[in-house]
């Protein structure tokens, strides 16, 4: 081999890029409603509102495929929990770990909360969420 050459080895995994692998957890803080899965944003503005964050993030979502380029794989189911509204960051932490207790069938999750103390708790969480996956 001269000094020039470059050795590059690649591995690929195959990974499922199918839509329904991602099983996104949508989590409202606006009350309590049971967990659903929502193929069609019509169910969702039935459900929960055409003005509610819930619509709208799976609105964004699901709404992919009038992107240019258009993505390999668009978005096209999601799960909706509502949880009441949480005295406390840490509050919400804790309903997210006891529902995954006894729902442990999503990938990522996304909320409703925004604000500065709930972000800096999401690293602890994932640490726990990551754990309970490999389980």
């Not at 991602?22 to 049971?34: P, R, V, Y």
């Not at 659903?36 to 039935?46: F, G, H, R, S």
């Not at 770990?97 to 602890?124: C, M, V």
């Amino acid at each position: 081999m001269s000094s020039k050459d470059v050795v590059v080895v690649v591995s690929l995994e195959q990974v499922d890029t199918s839509v329904d692998s991602l099983d996104i957890l949508l989590i409202s803080t606006a009350g309590e409603k049971a967990v659903k899965d929502y193929t069609a944003l019509e169910d969702i503005k039935t459900d929960w509102g055409e003005t509610s964050d819930m619509y709208k993030m799976a609105a964004q979502m699901m709404g992919q495929g009038k992107a240019k380029p258009t993505p390999a794989s668009l978005i096209k189911k999601v799960r909706i929990v509502g949880f009441a509204e949480p005295e406390s960051a840490s509050a919400l932490v804790t309903a997210i770990k006891t529902f995954q207790e006894t729902d442990n069938g999503w990938y990522l999750f996304l909320t409703d909360k925004a604000e500065d103390d709930y972000i800096k708790l999401w690293p602890s969480l994932r640490r726990t969420v990551s754990q309970a996956r490999r389980s």
